[in-house]
């Protein structure tokens, strides 16, 4: 084990990467997701504790998601996880 503690010091490396083609895909399939549910990105928002401006930028994938809050989304907009990353990147 690396003894790394990271620049906060919690053992985290801390690799804040630019989001990608990847990130866009699945913004698009959320926005989706959000859209048929018929959810506005406000009650989006208020569901996950985050601000309106932080649900555009996941969906148009200007940030980059955390696992953790793909899996709050997909339960919220209650669609699994495995459906949503499947409609990302399909072949």
Known sequence: MSSYRGRNGSGAVNQKRKSDDRDTKLGAVIKAARERRGMLRTEL???????????????????????????????????????????????
């Open 45 to 91: 928002a208020n569901a996950l504790g985050v601000s309106v401006p932080m649900i555009y930028r996941w969906e148009d994938g200007t940030y980059r998601l955390t696992v953790s809050t793909f899996i709050e989304i997909a339960q919220v907009l209650k669609v699994s996880a495995n459906k949503l990353l499947s409609d990302a990147f399909k072949s």
